[in-house]
């Protein structure tokens, strides 16, 4: 992970987030104090469950949806 000065992400704030883009990380300094750390973002889409995930492992009756005695 590389290291960059506030002043140098100033001077090239795109540079650096095209790297980003690109899959790089950064590691913001300042006085040589680690104050930020930029990264991608992971994914947060969540994916769809495949169609018939559980097919087989339950069966559903004839009468699932009769009335139930009082």
């Known amino acids: 992970m590389q290291r960059v000065t506030v ?3 100033q ?3 795109l540079q650096y987030l ?3 883009e690109a899959g790089e990380s950064f590691i ?3 006085a040589d104090k680690p ?3 930029l990264k991608p973002i992971t994914s947060t889409e969540k994916k769809m469950r495949p ?3 559980c097919a087989g492992e339950f069966t559903v009756t004839d ?4 009335p139930l005695p009082l």
Do not use: S
């Open 11 to 13: 001077q090239k704030p």
């Open 63 to 66: 009468d699932f949806d009769a």
């Open 18 to 20: 095209n790297q980003v």
């Open 28 to 30: 913001i300094v300042q």
């Open 51 to 53: 169609f018939g995930l």
């Open 7 to 9: 002043e140098e992400f």
């Open 35 to 37: 104050i930020a750390e």
